[in-house]
């Protein structure tokens, strides 16, 4: 297996303009994490899914932040408009039901908004 | 509610020397513990786990890490820093609670482990 698929690397983009994030979690797994990595605020988890469904979005920051999942292998993290305080590392992890196995990160897009 | 707390934003090590990166959790019931580290630049690669057992677990790159259920601490350890040791550590824990957080991997702010020659 390739892993967990982001794309893309690095993204950036004008303030007000809208930025998707993709992910493609590894194969057979059943959870999807999306997380935001800056200097001042550490890793912070945004929102995580259970077999395709949401189970705890209390981490994404406001409603400029919307994330999909419509089939086992795609995901989605989108930022409508965007804003230079968003400019970030995001990741995205997977991993199996089991709770004793480790998750899985992606390589992370840079996205910078300007 | 599940946490982890790294007391240490930086540690700082010569190389040769043994290393601790400090690690306690607030978990109801058993708790299953990570730790990951991240390169600059890179994603969180998986360092060891703890589930059960042998309170002592060994991991990649000759780092290991002990388990104390009476401090509930998770302390990430190496007998003998390398310079290339040097990388963000990140403690976790895994929420194991009914309802609606089940599944959930809770991170610390993670710690700066500096390793000078």
């Known amino acids: 297996d390739a892993g967990v698929i982001q794309s893309p690397r690095h993204e950036v983009t004008e303030m007000g303009q809208e930025v998707t994030l993709r992910c493609k979690p590894i194969?057979?797994?059943?959870?999807l994490f999306w997380y935001r990595q800056t200097m001042m605020r550490g890793l912070e988890l945004l929102i995580y899914?259970?077999?395709?469904?949401?189970?705890?979005d209390s981490g994404m920051p406001e409603d400029r932040f919307s994330a999909k999942m419509p089939n086992a292998s795609f995901s989605t993290l989108k930022i409508q408009p965007s804003e230079p305080r968003d400019s970030a590392v995001y990741f995205c992890?997977?991993?199996?039901?089991?709770?004793?196995?480790?998750?899985?990160f992606g390589q992370g897009t840079r996205l910078t908004v300007v | 509610a599940q946490s982890v707390a790294q007391p240490e934003d930086q540690v700082n090590v010569a190389e040769g020397n043994p290393l601790t990166v400090k690690c306690t959790y607030s978990v109801s019931g058993n708790p299953y513990l990570f730790w990951y580290v991240q390169y600059p630049n890179r994603g969180l690669q998986f360092l060891l786990k703890y589930i059960t057992g042998d309170n002592l677990v060994k991991g990649s790159y000759g780092f290991e890490a002990e388990f104390n259920k009476s401090q509930t601490s998770f302390h990430l350890k190496k007998p003998s820093a390398l310079v290339s040791d040097s990388a963000l550590y990140f403690c976790a824990v895994r929420d194991l609670g009914y309802g609606g957080s089940q599944g959930n991997l809770i991170f610390g702010k993670g710690t700066k482990l500096s390793v000078k020659p």
């Open positions: 992890a997977s991993s199996p039901y089991e709770a004793r196995t480790e998750a899985f």
């Open positions: 194969s057979g797994h059943d959870y």
């Open positions: 899914f259970n077999n395709n469904v949401p189970i705890d």
